[in-house]
Each structure stands twice: as C-alpha cells, then as structure tokens.
Nanobody, 119 residues
C-alpha cells in the first residue's frame, strides 16, 4: 500500500523560500518520484522529478530556483523552493512510481497536496 504525505506548504512573500517534504511508504526505490502543481483554473504541471539514481529534471519556470532531493533513509522527498514568485502559487502534489524520468503523466500515485501561496 503506497502512501504519500506532503507537508511544508504555507504563505510566503515574493522572494521568500519554502521547503516541501513528502513522506513516502510502500514506494519502489528504483522508480521516479517528484512534485507536480496545479493552480486554480490551470492544468496540473510537472515541477521537478528525480529517479532512483538521483538524476533530476525541472520545469523551465523553476530552474535555478527549486531543488528536488531525497533522503532514502528517511523515505522522504523534498522540494526546496527559493526566490518564490506569485506565479508559483498552487497546490503542490507529491507523486511516485513512474518508470521514466519525466514531467508528464506516468506517476501512479499522488499525495493529497499542500498549498503554497506567494503574495
């Protein structure tokens, strides 16, 4: 049984930072995990993903500002978000169990989401 639980969302001013965490259980360590987001009225989009070897991929809009990482010992995925912008406001979802490192569909499991609001 796979469970993904996000934390770390909140409200921050433009230029501020937040770190999201996703505690995972039941996921396969050789599969890809990542973070997607969805703003009101928009489609979900891939933000950052990581594979079992630590290779990463980022959306162009967050490159240089966001960093994805994982602590396998703690079964936790992180997203460090710096220099936040108003357009980063969205619900952020932890995703897991994709075969390929991709920012598109293919993730079989999704968390409930954590809200990030930048003003």
């Amino acid at each position: 049984h796979v469970q993904l639980v996000e934390s770390g969302g909140g409200s921050v001013q433009t230029g501020g930072s937040l770190r999201l965490a996703c505690t995972a259980s039941g996921v396969r360590s050789n599969r890809c995990m990542g973070w997607f987001r969805q703003a009101p009225g928009d489609q979900r989009e891939g933000v950052a993903v990581i594979d079992g070897d630590g290779a990463t991929s980022y959306a162009e809009s967050v490159k240089g500002r966001f960093t994805i990482s994982q602590d396998k010992g703690k079964n936790t995925l992180y997203l460090q978000m710096n220099n936040l912008k108003v357009e980063d406001t969205a619900m952020y979802y932890c995703v897991a169990d994709a075969v390929n490192l991709q920012l598109a569909r293919g993730y079989n499991y999704w968390g409930q989401g954590t809200q990030v609001t930048v003003s």
